[in-house]
Nanobody, 123 residues
Framework: VQLQASGGGLVQAGGSLRLSCGSSGGTLSSYNMGWFRQAPGKEREFVAGISRSGGSTDSADSVKGRFTISRDNAKNTVYLQMNSLKPEDTAVYYC?????????????????WGQGTQVTVSS
């Protein structure tokens, strides 16, 4: 499975972006899916996750109420709708396929990582 993330870009504070993550060579419905982000000089952190069926989601407190994760298993794609963006949301965003909890306790459950997509929020 190769994950491909897209949709990043430069946006002003308060704006919106939608990230997408698709795969080649495999089906994503076998995995929980999530988005992580890494800002310069910081650890990669969990942003949002969704269960295999899409029936359960979880997100970091810092993005609750602003970011929404969803998936379309028929299209083999996962989305992250990001609204009310803040400069502190600036980071490289990575999609991931994993097992276990929808909000992973650690990164050992990550099976596949996608390449990152840069999100930059200007003030």
């Amino acid at each position: 499975v190769q994950l491909q993330a897209s949709g990043g870009g430069l946006v002003q504070a308060g704006g919106s972006l939608r990230l997408s993550c698709g795969s080649s060579g495999g089906t994503l419905s076998s995995y929980n899916m999530g988005w992580f982000r890494q800002a310069p000089g910081k650890e990669r952190e969990f942003v949002a996750g969704i269960s295999r069926s899409g029936g359960s989601t979880d997100s970091a407190d810092s993005v609750k109420g602003r970011f929404t994760i969803s998936r379309d298993n028929a299209k083999n794609t996962v989305y992250l709708q990001m609204n009310s963006l803040k400069p502190e949301d600036t980071a490289v965003y990575y999609c991931a396929a994993y097992t276990g909890l929808v909000a992973p306790i650690n990164k050992r459950s990550i099976v596949y990582w996608g390449q990152g997509t840069q999100v930059t929020v200007s003030s």
